[in-house]
């Protein structure tokens, strides 16, 4: 049962353009939702989060948004860079702090 | 700081034979989990650690699956007996408190059964 969906497999941006990854979840219990940035070969690192109290949080290039009545939530990567390819994990967290990951978006900025 | 630490990154396995992962914690984190990434089912959680105690192996697939924390500087995920179809990466993760607070993972170990 997959209470956080990642819908795009993949998303190929131009250098220098927005990068627009969706999440969806189905857990209204969640109260905490996570980004996480995973290269090849690597573990997943943490990028960005926001409380479910909020509806934004920003940290430079990286804004995260948050839509709880239509359980939905992106991440807004401005401008991309070739750096930023990689696969993107969103996940949520509930009180009891378990995280539910969704299954990842690959990102390719291309030149 | 080293990371967390995970061996072996690598592990080839026929059916059958028995498998243990381990994991080294960043020192002075008190949560350990352990994930399974698969193409079908992404990111997994298997179960998680808080001071050396498992507070929840709900994800863990069936009893053939065990994991332990014998203290706070190692864990172990024990498959036996292996099958095909757990082949896939196993990451291990620390925090620092509750899972709020951001996880740290280690490189993984990529295993592939026979």
């Known amino acids: 049962d997959q209470q956080v969906k990642q819908n795009s497999p993949s998303l190929s941006v131009q250098e220098g353009r927005i990068s627009i990854l969706n999440c969806d979840y189905t857990?209204?219990?969640?109260?905490?939702f996570l980004w996480y940035k995973k290269y090849p070969a690597e573990g997943p690192t943490f990028l960005i989060s926001?409380?479910?109290?909020?509806d934004k949080n920003e940290d430079g290039r990286f804004t995260v948004f948050l839509n709880k009545s239509a359980k939905h939530l992106s991440l807004h990567i401005v401008p991309s860079q070739p750096g930023d390819s990689a696969v993107y994990f969103c996940a949520g967290a509930d009180s009891w702090g378990k995280l539910q990951f969704g299954a990842g978006t690959q990102v390719v900025v291309t030149p | 700081d080293a990371g967390v630490i995970q061996s072996p990154r690598h592990e080839v396995t026929e059916m059958g034979q028995e498998v243990t992962l381990r994991c080294k914690p960043i020192?002075?984190?008190?949560?350990l989990f352990w994930y399974r990434q698969t193409m079908m089912r992404g990111l997994e959680l298997l179960i998680y650690f808080n001071n050396n105690v498992p507070i929840d192996d709900s994800g863990m697939p069936e009893d053939r699956f065990s994991a332990k924390m014998p203290n706070a500087s190692f864990s172990t995920l024990k498959i036996q007996p292996s099958e095909p179809r757990d082949s896939a990466v196993y990451f291990c993760?620390?925090?620092?408190?509750?899972?709020?607070?951001?996880?740290?993972f280690g490189p993984g170990t990529r295993l592939t059964v026979l």
């Open positions: 993760a620390s925090s620092e408190g509750s899972s709020y607070n951001e996880q740290f």
């Open positions: 857990n209204s219990m969640f109260d905490y």
């Open positions: 020192s002075g984190h008190n949560s």
């Open positions: 926001i409380s479910s109290i909020k």
